[in-house]
């Protein structure tokens, strides 16, 4: 049995997709960009208050937040306030302490991993946003 299963809590898949697409700075707008041309804003903030989504548009979204389809499966709200609580408020709240630590074996390389994908993605937004600022000038000139 994994950290991530949950037999009898109540899942919220939607909110777990927007809980990792805040803690990755990923905007709804980018999301909607990179789940292809019928996405729009309103539709993945739409998708965010379902409990359940579809396979297939779960694989897809865990695929570009690059987490595994799992995690947004099967965290609970009960999980996801502890791990944002160990993750982010450790200064502020004082040593929390953890039963099960996990030791990187190597910090470093994971950081410059993570650096990398975070530079990926934002190289891929900014192609998204040229090539829809260049369709809209097509637009205009059509006009």
Do not use: C
Request: aromatic content about 4%; overall charge negative; proline content about 3%.
């Amino acid at each position: 049995m994994s950290h991530f299963d949950t037999p009898d809590k109540k899942i919220h898949q939607g909110r777990n997709i927007k809980r990792f697409r805040e803690m990755l700075g990923i905007k709804q707008e980018a999301l909607a960009i990179e789940l292809g041309e019928d996405w729009t804003q309103k539709r993945v903030s739409l998708m965010e208050q379902r409990e359940t989504i579809e396979n297939n548009i779960l694989a897809q979204v865990a695929q570009i937040l690059n987490v595994p389809v799992e995690a947004i499966e099967n965290l609970d709200d009960e999980q996801a306030v502890n791990i944002i609580a160990n993750t982010f408020n450790i200064e502020k709240d004082g040593y929390i302490g953890n039963l099960n630590p996990v030791f990187n074996i190597n910090p470093l390389e994971e950081i410059k991993q993570l650096h990398e994908e975070k530079i990926a993605l934002y190289e891929r937004m900014l192609k998204e946003k040229e090539d829809m600022m260049n369709r809209l000038e097509q637009l205009i000139l059509k006009k």
